[in-house]
């Protein structure tokens, strides 16, 4: 079974400032890990994977996450964010290989200001 | 990117009546779909995971009476809430897999039981 932990429920942010968003996971098997967005009374749209290779990934709206092995991590960051971010980001893993379930972390909210 | 629809998007029933959503793959075939259940404020709650004609499998705790799941065909599933009740007042979303390891998300059908 997979696990993920996301530590902050909230993370408030001036505009243009940087942001880092933490995910940690645990599995007992090769995974895939994920970033999605929410907004408001929306589906989830897909930000950025890691599947394999490159350990840093570039997502989709200037994001980018770094998957560490050692540490069990998948942080999420943008050097600088818009009020646009604003949302619910959901970190996830699923089991390497076709369509599987995701688990998802708790959530963090990004609150941009200005 | 692929696209799921959901259908309707926000649903009002009465307690004790059923409602029906409906989930599609528009432009791909999914021969898994999965259903999430999302209380405000919180994360994707897996409730079950259907395959092309079989029968659904549903996660720990989740009355497969009560949610109907059915995934007739490779573009479409259905998720039946019986005998509604106000607890079951959620944010529903579907996605859908293909032979990938992605899902694509569906925007969503908000559930209120009165």
């Known amino acids: 079974a997979q696990s993920v932990t996301q530590l902050d429920s909230q993370v408030p942010v001036f505009e243009e400032a940087p942001v880092e968003l933490r995910c940690n996971y645990s599995s007992s098997v090769s995974v895939y890990l994920f970033w999605y967005v929410q907004y408001p009374n929306q589906g989830l749209q897909l930000l950025l994977k890691?599947?394999?290779?490159?350990?840093l990934v570039k997502g989709i709206n200037g994001f980018e996450a770094e998957f560490n092995k050692s540490q069990t991590s998948f942080h999420l960051r943008k050097p600088s964010v818009h009020i646009s971010d604003t949302a619910e980001y959901f970190c996830?893993?699923?089991?390497?290989?076709?369509?599987?379930?995701?688990?998802f972390g708790t959530g963090t909210r990004l609150q941009v200001t200005l | 990117g692929a696209v799921v629809s959901q259908h309707p998007s926000w649903v009002i029933c009465k307690s004790g009546t059923s409602v029906k959503i409906e989930c599609r793959s528009l432009?791909?075939?999914?021969?898994?779909m999965f259903w999430y259940r999302q209380f405000p404020k919180q994360s994707l709650m897996l409730m079950a995971t259907?395959?092309?004609?079989?029968?659904?499998?549903?996660e720990q705790g989740v009355e497969k009476d009560k949610f109907l799941i059915n995934h007739a065909s490779l573009t479409l599933s259905t998720l039946t809430v019986t005998s509604a009740h106000p607890e079951d007042s959620s944010f529903y979303i579907c996605s859908g897999g293909g032979e990938t390891y992605e899902q694509y998300f569906g925007p969503g059908t908000r559930l209120t039981v009165t």
């Open positions: 432009d791909f075939q999914a021969t898994t």
């Open positions: 890691y599947l394999s290779g490159s350990t």
């Open positions: 996830a893993v699923s089991r390497t290989g076709t369509a599987s379930k995701l688990t």
């Open positions: 259907s395959n092309e004609g079989s029968k659904a499998t549903y």
